[in-house]
T-cell receptor, first 113, second 113 residues
Framework: DTEVTQTPKHLVMGMTNKKSLKCEQH?????MYWYKQKAKKPPELMFVYSYEKLSINESVPSRFSPECPNSSLLNLHLHALQPEDSALYLC????????????FGSGTQLSVL | GNSVTQMEGPVTLSEEAFLTINCTYTATGYPSLFWYVQYPGEGLQLLLK?????DKGSNKGFEATYRKETTSFHLEKGSVQVSDSAVYFC????????????FGSGTRLQVQP
C-alpha cells in the first residue's frame, strides 16, 4: 500500500465553523506533513511531524491546529477560518530518513465562505 | 536565501516534441534536487531526483542532470505525449539542518495531439 488517503475530498465551511481534515498512511512512514496549495502556486509547507512530534511549524496561524494521534494518522483542525484560507490542503508522508521522497495524498479542496 | 526558480508557463507542445523545463537554484551547501509532477486533480508525485553534482536522475523518459557549476537542474524529455500534460515542480532539500522540501513555482505543460 503506497497510498496517502485524505478525507474529505471537498469541504465548504463558514467562518464560524469547526472542521477537521484527516490523513492516513500505512507505509510505516514516520514523518508526515501538511502543505497548503493555492491555485496555480506551489505547495507551501505548514507543519511537519516526525515520530509523532511536531518538528516544524511554519508560523501558521493558530486557527490551524495539527494533531498526530499515532504514526499512521494526521489531522488538521480548522476553526474560525478566513476566506483567504480557501486552498487545496495536501498531506504527505516520508520515511523520515531525509524527507526527500514524499508521498502525497490527492488533497482536500477547502472553500471558506 | 535559498530558493528555486523555474521558467514561466504554460509550455505548449505538440505530441512527440522535445521538452525542456528550466530550473535553477540558489543555495549554500549541497542540496538534493528533485522534480515532482502534479496531474490534474491529484497530489504531487516524485518524478526523479539527484543528490550530488553531475548525477543524472531519470524516470519515464524524463531526465535531469545536477549541474553545480550553473546551479541548474533542467528537466528534459525527448518525445512528449498527451499524457505528460501536468504541472512540473522543481524542488530542493538541504543536506543539513531543516530537511523539508522547498518548491519552485511550477511549470504547466500542455501537450496537444
Amino acid at each position: 500500500d503506497t497510498e496517502v488517503t485524505q478525507t474529505p475530498k471537498h469541504l465548504v465551511m463558514g467562518m464560524t465553523n469547526k472542521k477537521s481534515l484527516k490523513c492516513e498512511q500505512h507505509m510505516g512512514h514516520r514523518a508526515m506533513y501538511w502543505y497548503k496549495q493555492k491555485a496555480k502556486k506551489p505547495p507551501e509547507l505548514m507543519f511537519v511531524y516526525s515520530y509523532e512530534k511536531l518538528s516544524i511549524n511554519e508560523s501558521v496561524p493558530s486557527r490551524f491546529s495539527p494533531e498526530c494521534p499515532n504514526s499512521s494518522l494526521l489531522n488538521l483542525h480548522l476553526h474560525a477560518l478566513q476566506p483567504e484560507d480557501s486552498a487545496l490542503y495536501l498531506c504527505a508522508s516520508s520515511d523520515g530518513q531525509g524527507g526527500e521522497k514524499l508521498f502525497f495524498g490527492s488533497g482536500t479542496q477547502l472553500s471558506v465562505l | 536565501g535559498n530558493s528555486v526558480t523555474q521558467m514561466e508557463g504554460p509550455v505548449t507542445l505538440s505530441e512527440e516534441a522535445f521538452l525542456t523545463i528550466n530550473c535553477t537554484y540558489t543555495a549554500t551547501g549541497y542540496p538534493s534536487l528533485f522534480w515532482y509532477v502534479q496531474y490534474p486533480g491529484e497530489g504531487l508525485q516524485l518524478l526523479l531526483k539527484a543528490t550530488k553534482a553531475d548525477d543524472k536522475g531519470s524516470n519515464k523518459g524524463f531526465e535531469a542532470t545536477y549541474r553545480k557549476e550553473t546551479t541548474s537542474f533542467h528537466l528534459e524529455k525527448g518525445s512528449v505525449q498527451v499524457s505528460d500534460s501536468a504541472v512540473y515542480f522543481c524542488a530542493l532539500i538541504w543536506d543539513t539542518g531543516r530537511r523539508a522540501l522547498t518548491f519552485g513555482s511550477g511549470t504547466r505543460l500542455q501537450v496537444q495531439p
